[in-house]
T-cell receptor, first 115, second 113 residues
């Protein structure tokens, strides 16, 4: 079974600075998807960024980018120019490429933005 | 606009009572999922369905059941509520095709006293 680990329960960053959230995963599969979800105080789950394991290029979405290290099974999220609206819980998630479309989530990292 | 809704948004119930949480989606997605969110555990899969009449157990299915009689709805039933089932419950849906994004409902906070 696949597992996802986020070892940082809490992180904080100054507004406008850059922060990196860590995620590692364990799988025997070679093809899969990885995701970062944001959960603000409203509880709504919002997809931030996705990465296909067969793509070597790291995904980027505006101020959000990932560092995908397939051999190390590492998938970190970098947030540049942090804004107050980035404050939220962030979850890393894994999904198999074929078969079951269920997501396996990490424990989450609570990100605080200091003004 | 298509959406996924959950009801109720908040519920308090007593130990031993049967509780049903509703999930309704208008995306016309074949796949639907129920997760529970607990501090320190992230979201964990309870049950999922790939279509009408199809249901499958997830990681933490004990004490829960689902049934899928149509495409739009996947109600989650707690047969006999326990304090350990106090949690926030999320429903999600996704397309069976090339799209791989799951769309989440707003969540239901359930308290079992």
């Amino acid at each position: 079974a696949q597992t996802v680990t986020q070892s940082q329960p809490e992180m904080s960053v100054q507004e406008a600075e850059t922060v990196t959230l860590s995620c590692t995963y364990d799988t025997s599969e070679s093809d899969y998807y990885l995701f970062w979800y944001k959960q603000p105080p409203s509880r709504q789950m919002i997809l931030v960024i996705r990465q296909e394991a067969y793509k070597q290029q790291n995904a980027t979405e505006n101020r959000f980018s990932v560092n995908f290290q397939k051999a190390a099974k590492s998938f970190s999220l970098k947030i540049s120019d942090s804004q107050l609206g980035d404050a939220a819980m962030y979850f890393c998630a894994y999904r198999s490429y074929q078969g079951a479309q269920k997501l396996v989530f990490g424990q989450g990292t609570r990100l605080t933005i200091n003004p | 606009d298509a959406e996924i809704t959950q009801s109720p948004r908040h519920k308090i119930t007593e130990t031993g009572r049967q509780v049903t949480l509703a999930c309704h989606q208008t995306w016309n997605h074949n796949n639907m999922f129920w997760y529970r969110q607990d501090l320190g555990h992230g979201l964990r899969l309870i049950h999922y369905s790939y279509g009408v009449q199809d249901t499958n157990k997830g990681e933490v299915s004990d004490g829960y059941s689902v049934s899928r009689s149509n495409t739009e709805d996947l109600p989650l039933t707690l047969e006999s509520a326990a304090s350990s089932q106090t949690s926030v419950y999320f429903c999600a849906s996704s397309d069976s095709g090339s799209s791989y994004e799951q769309y989440f409902g707003p969540g239901t906070r359930l308290t079992v006293t």
